[in-house]
């Protein structure tokens, strides 16, 4: 059970990956150029959040299930090695944080009162939320490294 949701955790990196870039980049475009705020900005909004908070619940049952919450009976223990503290504190807490800049983003969006204001709100949390979970991925390059796939 644990390799399995491991698996989906590792897939739904690229949908959340893909669905960020693609809603700053537009959301950019979008207030820049002054476009429309359209159907599809909100249709990627949306897809971005619900995956988002799939891999939170998916992030927090690996979490409990994988024993990586026993780590806090030896703290100072969990803090001297790189990889107990990236996996018990800073990838569970970079990514619940920017998993709640982008509801927030979307909210505040929602709430804009014209299409450039809804545009401008949703590209500045999506880049603060894009550049937190990005840097909390363990990437095959990173200090703590997993393989692509
Ligand atoms: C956008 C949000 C997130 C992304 C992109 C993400 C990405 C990843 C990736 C790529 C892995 C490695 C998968 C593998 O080795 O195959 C991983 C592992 C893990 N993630 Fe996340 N994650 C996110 C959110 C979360 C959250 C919110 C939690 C907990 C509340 C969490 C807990 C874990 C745990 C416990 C592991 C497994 C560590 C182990 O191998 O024992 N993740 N995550």
């Known amino acids: 059970m644990y390799t399995g949701l491991l698996h989906l955790h590792n897939l739904l990196r690229y949908v959340i990956v893909i669905l960020l870039i693609l809603a700053v980049v537009k959301s950019f475009i979008g207030w820049f150029g002054k476009k429309e705020y359209t159907a599809a900005d909100n249709k990627i909004s949306l897809f971005l959040l619900i995956s988002a908070h799939l ?3 998916i992030g927090l049952a690996l979490y409990f299930i994988g024993g990586h919450h026993n780590a806090w009976q030896n703290v100072a223990e969990t803090m001297k090695s790189d990889v107990t503290r990236f996996w018990s ?11 709640a800049i982008i509801t927030l983003g979307r909210i505040m969006a929602k709430k804009g009162k014209s299409d450039n204001a809804k545009h401008r709100r949703q590209a ?7 550049v937190l979970i990005f840097s ?3 990437w095959p390059f990173s200090a703590v490294a997993r393989p692509w796939f």
Do not use: K, R
């Not at 569970?92 to 944080?97: K, N, P, V």
């Not at 500045?124 to 894009?130: K, N, R, S």
């Open 55 to 57: 891999q939170l619940l």
């Open 89 to 99: 504190v800073e990838h569970i807490a970079s990514m619940i944080i920017g998993i």
């Open 124 to 130: 500045i949390y999506f880049v603060l939320a894009m």
């Open 136 to 138: 909390s991925i363990p």
